[in-house]
């Protein structure tokens, strides 16, 4: 790829003249097609930007996509919730028109004395004071154990209550209801495509980005969550990012089972293996 030199390149017949024909020009780039991305993307689209979605996926959505599990479909490939806050909550439901409620059948289940489990309702003030007390290290003393019983009994008696709260039709349906967003704003998106270079032009402020044979030049990029950048590069060097890796190694086991419960969702708060076990 061809890079600018400080004399920034102002208008689009000079950039395609020093880049050849394949530029593309966009407001705005955004790498990666999430749930948060999209929504950006509409609003930037609703501001008067011209924008530009590259997934390197074939299929929309990045992270929130469903799998499929030994033939059962639409498991989500993680476990997501929406913070309890009420602005939050009603942008949800009014704006975006996501079915929001509280989740049910949710428990946190402890494990006493390695031999057998206790639970209690996930927002039950006793199952939140022993999750508290279990995470809050070890203390010295007796009298130290004491008052931090005390304070965290405290805490949790002044607190409302954890409420969890997702959609009743999962992602997926989410998923389509942005995408018909992501449509209706006129966003473009580019699918089984990775960007494999990225030039920031620091005078002209601007952004190249190679996708195959094309050249995107836009004024701002747009990241999604846990997107992979190839080697920055600008008009005044080299630019080093210091990514920080957060290793969870985890996989999903479905089994089928043969009693009834009312537990849709399990937290196993003190499992050293199994952490979440929810009914599909």
Request: some cysteine.
């Amino acid at each position: 790829m061809a890079t600018m030199n400080k004399a920034s390149i102002d208008s689009s017949s000079d950039l395609n003249t020093y880049l050849g024909k394949n530029v593309v020009e966009y407001d705005c780039i955004c790498i990666g097609t999430s749930m948060i991305t999209s929504l950006e993307a509409c609003y930037q689209a609703a501001k008067g930007r011209t924008v530009l979605m590259v997934d390197k996926d074939k299929t929309f959505g990045g992270a929130w996509k469903t799998i499929t599990i030994d033939g059962v479909e639409d498991v989500e490939n993680a476990i997501h919730y929406f913070l309890p806050d009420d602005k939050g909550l009603d942008f949800l439901s009014k704006t975006l028109d996501f079915p929001v409620e509280p989740s049910k059948g949710k428990y946190r289940y402890f494990k006493l004395f390695n031999l057998l489990y206790i639970r209690f309702p996930y927002r039950s003030w006793i199952g939140r004071l022993v999750h508290k007390l279990l995470y809050s290290g070890v203390q010295k003393s007796f009298w130290s154990t004491l008052r931090h019983v005390t304070s965290t009994a405290k805490t949790v008696y002044r607190e409302r209550g954890e409420r969890s709260y997702y959609t009743s039709s999962g992602s997926a349906e989410m998923l389509k209801k942005v995408h018909a967003r992501i449509d209706n704003a006129g966003v473009d998106i580019w699918y089984q495509s990775e960007i494999v270079s990225i030039y920031f032009d620091i005078e002209g402020k601007r952004v190249q980005c190679k996708v195959g044979d094309k050249i995107i030049v836009a004024r701002s990029i747009i990241l999604g969550h846990g997107a992979r950048l190839p080697e920055l590069k600008s008009s005044k060097g080299s630019l080093v990012l210091e990514e920080k890796f957060h290793p969870r190694p985890a996989f999903h086991l479905v089994v089928e089972g043969l009693w009834l419960s009312n537990a849709l969702e399990v937290i196993m708060n003190s499992d050293p293996l199994i952490k979440y076990v929810h009914d599909v």
